[in-house]
């Protein structure tokens, strides 16, 4: 899943709230969902792929500035019946403010601030902000990597420069040292954005001319929902789209690991396989 978009309200200026309200549902339904997960369909873990809380900061009633919001996810986490791989998104590192002709204002000039609340509070983070880990299915690993690629350089005002959506080099370097580290195991990687020009680049340099299966998940759009293959030269990639959970509670893709295979179903019918895909050519 992906955009889940917590909100604790506590402090936060009521005017934001007001423009925000169409998430604040998420930080109660959010944990009744994963509970279902657990006791339905048995689920192992939750991946999900970033805007884990809709902002970092909010302006606050007093005119101060509200955090917080990452201590509400990780009480979430905290409570979960099963284990939660979370990425970071935009909204993950931002700060939220209104501009005078009332409109939200994004800024993420203090993105490594919001990185060191996450990194203090949930475990996954803890070497960094983007990770991997090990699922075993029989004799095959199934290698997971979370990847960050939330941050784009967004600040108020009128566009200074475009946007970065790249990975960037250490991260880069360290997702290929993944793939030369664990040439035969198929990976699942997680990102908020979806890749494109130079972190689409990036990804498919690192992976090479991989033989085993690689799919990639990721959120931001809200609306999007396909499998498609990545027009890779080498590399045999799936990207998998999954909606906005903020945007509604059936927006969720089950997913079965296999020893030879991913069986993807789809977006809240966790009974429809959508796509079985080999990890073999």
């Not at 955009?3 to 709230?17: A, E, F, Q, S």
């Not at 309200?21 to 944990?31: E, K, M, Q």
């Not at 490594?112 to 699922?135: C, H, L, M, S, T």
């Not at 972190?199 to 799919?215: F, P, S």
Request: proline share 8%.
């Amino acid at each position: 899943m992906s955009d889940t978009h917590v909100i604790d309200p506590t402090g936060v200026h009521p005017k934001l709230l007001q423009m925000r309200a169409i998430f604040a549902h998420t930080r109660a339904a959010l944990p009744a969902d994963l509970a279902a997960f657990r006791r339905e369909w048995k689920a192992a873990f939750a991946f999900i792929t970033g805007d884990l809380i809709d902002v970092y900061s909010f302006l606050g009633a007093d005119g101060g500035v509200v955090t917080g919001q990452v201590e509400a996810f990780a009480s979430i986490m905290a409570k979960s019946p099963l284990p939660i791989y979370p990425g970071l998104g935009n909204h993950d590192v931002q700060h939220y403010g209104p501009t005078s002709n009332g409109q939200l204002a994004p800024d993420q000039s203090n993105v490594e601030q919001a990185k060191a609340a996450w990194i203090r509070n949930v475990p996954a983070f803890r070497d960094g902000a983007y990770y991997a880990f090990q699922r075993d299915v029989g004799r095959t690993n199934w290698r997971f990597i979370m990847l960050n690629n939330g941050f784009y350089g967004h600040l108020p005002g009128p566009a200074q420069r475009p946007p970065e959506y790249g990975l960037g080099r250490g991260q880069a370097d360290w997702l290929a040292a993944q793939c030369r580290q664990h040439p035969n195991d198929p990976l699942v990687l997680g990102a908020h954005i979806p890749p494109k020009e130079a972190a689409l680049a990036e990804i498919e340099q690192a992976l090479g001319e991989r033989t085993k299966l690689t799919l990639l998940f990721t959120g931001h759009i809200h609306t999007s929902d396909f499998i498609e293959r990545l027009p890779f030269a080498s590399a045999r990639v799936f990207h998998v789209a999954t909606p906005g959970y903020a945007t509604g509670r059936g927006h969720f893709r089950r997913v079965r690991l296999h020893p030879d295979r991913i069986e993807l179903f789809a977006t809240g019918k966790p009974d429809e396989t959508a796509d079985a895909i080999p990890i073999e050519r």
